[in-house]
C-alpha cells in the first residue's frame, strides 16, 4: 500500500491537474464576487440618476411656487414613476424628500434619498438579508 502512494507522490505530471483544482475555488469566488460587485455598482448608478432627476423636478416645482413646499414630494414621485429605471421598487418609506435650509445664492433646494434591496447572486449564498443600497443627493 505504501508504495503505490509513493509512486503517485513522486511522479510530476499530475501536479497541474491539482494545482488546477485547489485554484478553481478561488476563480469561481472572484467571477462571482466581480460579477456582484458589477452589478450593484449598475443598480447604484441608476439609482442615483433617478434621485438627481427627482430632486431637480423638485426644484423646479419649488421654483414654480415661488419657493413653497406643498406639492413638491408629489413633483418628485411623478419623476421617479418616469425615471427609476432599476426595475426594483424602492424600499418602504422611500423616497424621502426634505429641504435644506435656504442659503445665500442655495435658494429652493431638494433633498431626495433613495433606497433599494436586492439580493446579489453570489453574495446570497453567503448572506442572510440583501444588502440595502443607497443614495441621496
Given at each position: 500500500?505504501?508504495?503505490?502512494?509513493?509512486?503517485?507522490?513522486?511522479d510530476?505530471?499530475g501536479?497541474?491537474?491539482?494545482?488546477?483544482?485547489?485554484?478553481?475555488?478561488?476563480?469561481?469566488?472572484?467571477?462571482?464576487?466581480?460579477?456582484?460587485?458589477?452589478?450593484?455598482?449598475?443598480?447604484?448608478?441608476?439609482?442615483?440618476?433617478?434621485?438627481?432627476?427627482a430632486a431637480?423636478?423638485?426644484?423646479y416645482?419649488?421654483?414654480?411656487?415661488?419657493?413653497?413646499?406643498?406639492?413638491?414630494?408629489?413633483?418628485?414621485?411623478?419623476?421617479?414613476?418616469?425615471?427609476?429605471h432599476?426595475?426594483?421598487a424602492?424600499?418602504?418609506?422611500?423616497?424621502?424628500?426634505?429641504?435644506?435650509?435656504?442659503?445665500?445664492?442655495?435658494?429652493?433646494?431638494?433633498r431626495?434619498?433613495?433606497?433599494?434591496?436586492?439580493?446579489?447572486s453570489?453574495?446570497?449564498?453567503?448572506?442572510?438579508?440583501?444588502?440595502?443600497?443607497?443614495?441621496?443627493?
Amino acid at each position: 500500500m505504501r508504495n503505490p502512494l509513493t509512486k503517485i507522490w513522486n511522479d510530476k505530471r499530475g501536479n497541474a491537474m491539482i494545482i488546477a483544482a485547489a485554484a478553481l475555488p478561488l476563480l469561481i469566488g472572484s467571477a462571482g464576487l466581480a460579477t456582484d460587485t458589477i452589478q450593484w455598482a449598475l443598480w447604484k448608478r441608476q439609482l442615483q440618476r433617478a434621485a438627481d432627476s427627482a430632486a431637480i423636478a423638485g426644484v423646479y416645482h419649488r421654483v414654480q411656487v415661488a419657493s413653497a413646499t406643498t406639492g413638491t414630494a408629489a413633483a418628485v414621485t411623478k419623476d421617479l414613476s418616469l425615471n427609476n429605471h432599476t426595475g426594483i421598487a424602492l424600499q418602504s418609506g422611500f423616497p424621502v424628500v426634505t429641504f435644506p435650509t435656504d442659503v445665500g445664492s442655495q435658494q429652493n433646494q431638494v433633498r431626495v434619498v433613495l433606497a433599494i434591496q436586492r439580493p446579489l447572486s453570489f453574495s446570497s449564498m453567503f448572506m442572510t438579508n440583501p444588502p440595502m443600497i443607497r443614495t441621496s443627493n
